[in-house]
């Protein structure tokens, strides 16, 4: 019998999940809670109208159309322990419990996990006063990275250029509220050089499948200049990530994650995202973890994944991801993202998106921040849609990724014009 699916979440990353959860052999029909009008479009995709934090909700549609597994995309549902009550309820969902999302739900919990367990990271302190968190400041060397300790949608980090920057930044955490309960705390920490990567794998709680590597862009600006933002476009694999990298993060990074998860009484399950930032000497460091797969990084990731995703989830589920391998298409990956013009600050809405008809072979538009109004779709978010292409060379996929990029318009569209550029000779 094929399975029920049910996603939860309505951003870029769901529609990419639910997408190639539709693809698969041993999947009947996937539901996507709350969904959007991209994944609306897909054969076998049906949006149902329930909010990702309407828990009861949730269950009892997962319990009423028997719903074999579910997949939460969101950071938010997984910290609040959604799969802790789902599995109470015997259903089959797949993502960390409350007690092990703490790894992204918390920086100063993260920080103290990679200290304690010897994980390479960058320097820190953590504060929850403002003059102790100055006089810190003011001894420390610039640039230098300020953190609100909760969720703030891929928002709430801020690299302070200059001393007079940090310090307003601590104040907006600390009594601008600026990120809200997220910023009660921050955590001030060592500006790292080097090239970022995204490590993803599936963990069992014990055993691990790394999943392709991939590297984003999180500056809004060309350049990777501007503010940071949830993230402007990926790309896989990510060529910085070598066989010498790759074999590091396994050992030095992964590993003692997942054995440190259980010794402190809370074994890892779902995707565990691991940021990366690698050094000239090819060392690999810590800079967040996520325990949800990564937005953008996943469309990219899921053009290039040949596996059936719905398998892999329920092997991790059921602890029974050993000796177990995926199977990736050789092809590269490059995704663009598409945003309000003003995002990650204050961005209108409502505007009408033409060209969503497009088609072209190995491109595949995401939707993000789109909502349908009669028998148009408009703008709905920061981030509004992800252009993706697959390719031979990462240079064909940059190439047939910004071909769909032109083809879509609106009157506020923006854009970085430059993704992948430090993977690619431009």
């Known amino acids: 019998m094929k399975n029920k699916v049910l996603v939860i979440g309505s951003g870029g990353r769901e529609h990419a999940l639910a997408w190639r959860l539709s693809l698969s052999s041993s999947v009947a029909q996937v539901f996507v809670a709350p969904g959007n009008p991209g994944c609306a479009q897909e054969k076998n995709v049906e949006n149902i109208a329930i909010a990702s934090d309407d828990y009861d909700q949730l269950i009892a549609f997962a319990k009423d159309n028997a719903i074999n597994l579910v997949v939460v995309g969101p950071e938010q549902p997984l910290c609040d322990g959604l799969v802790d009550l789902m599995t109470q309820e015997g259903i089959k969902?797949?993502?960390?419990?409350?007690?092990?999302?703490?790894?992204?739900?918390?920086?100063?919990?993260?920080?103290?996990?990679?200290?304690?367990?010897?994980?390479?990271?960058?320097?820190?302190?953590?504060?929850?006063?403002i003059d102790s968190a100055i006089n810190y400041l003011t001894q420390q060397n610039f640039p230098i990275v300020i953190k609100a300790d909760g969720l703030a949608a891929?928002?709430?980090?801020?690299?302070?250029?200059?001393?007079?920057?940090?310090?307003?930044?601590?104040?907006?955490?600390?009594?601008?509220?600026?990120?809200?309960?997220?910023?009660?705390?921050?955590?001030?920490?060592?500006?790292?050089?080097?090239?970022?990567?995204?490590?993803?794998?599936?963990?069992?709680?014990?055993?691990?499948?790394?999943?392709?590597?991939?590297?984003?862009?999180?500056?809004?600006d060309n350049g990777d200049k501007g503010p940071n933002t949830g993230g402007m476009g990926a790309y896989s694999p990510a060529p910085c990530v070598?066989?010498?990298?790759?074999?590091?993060?396994?050992?030095?990074?992964?590993?003692?994650?997942?054995?440190?998860?259980?010794?402190?009484?809370?074994?890892?399950?779902?995707?565990?995202?691991?940021?990366?930032?690698?050094?000239?000497?090819?060392?690999?460091?810590?800079?967040?973890?996520?325990?949800?797969?990564?937005?953008?990084?996943?469309?990219?990731?899921?053009?290039?994944?040949?596996?059936?995703?719905?398998?892999?989830?329920?092997?991790a589920i059921g602890q029974n991801l050993e000796n177990f391998d995926l199977s990736w298409n050789k092809k590269s990956s490059l995704g663009v993202v598409l945003a309000e013009k003003g995002y990650p600050g204050n961005y209108a809405k409502g505007s009408l998106i033409n060209g969503l008809d497009f088609v072209e072979k190995d491109v595949k538009i995401f939707h993000a921040g789109t909502q349908r109004e009669g028998e148009t779709v408009v703008t709905n978010g920061g981030r509004v849609l992800c252009v993706c292409a697959l390719a031979d060379t990462l240079k064909q996929a940059q190439q047939l990724a910004y071909l769909g990029v032109e083809k879509l318009d609106w009157q506020s569209k923006y854009y970085r014009s430059d993704i992948g550029f430090k993977a690619i000779e431009l």
């Open 242 to 315: 070598t066989k010498k990298v790759f074999d590091k993060t396994i050992e030095e990074i992964i590993k003692p994650t997942i054995e440190g998860m259980i010794n402190e009484g809370a074994p890892f399950i779902g995707f565990l995202y691991a940021g990366l930032m690698i050094d000239k000497n090819n060392n690999p460091k810590v800079l967040e973890f996520n325990v949800r797969f990564g937005d953008p990084e996943t469309q990219p990731i899921m053009m290039r994944l040949q596996s059936n995703l719905d398998e892999i989830c329920l092997r």
């Open 93 to 129: 969902c797949f993502g960390p419990s409350a007690k092990a999302a703490q790894l992204e739900g918390s920086k100063v919990y993260s920080k103290n996990f990679l200290k304690k367990y010897n994980i390479p990271t960058a320097s820190y302190a953590s504060f929850t006063e």
């Open 154 to 220: 891929g928002k709430g980090v801020v690299i302070a250029e200059t001393e007079e920057q940090g310090i307003k930044t601590i104040k907006d955490m600390l009594a601008g509220n600026a990120f809200g309960e997220a910023g009660h705390r921050i955590v001030i920490e060592e500006f790292l050089v080097g090239e970022e990567a995204s490590f993803i794998v599936v963990v069992d709680g014990k055993n691990f499948v790394p999943m392709a590597t991939s590297q984003d862009h999180k500056a809004r």
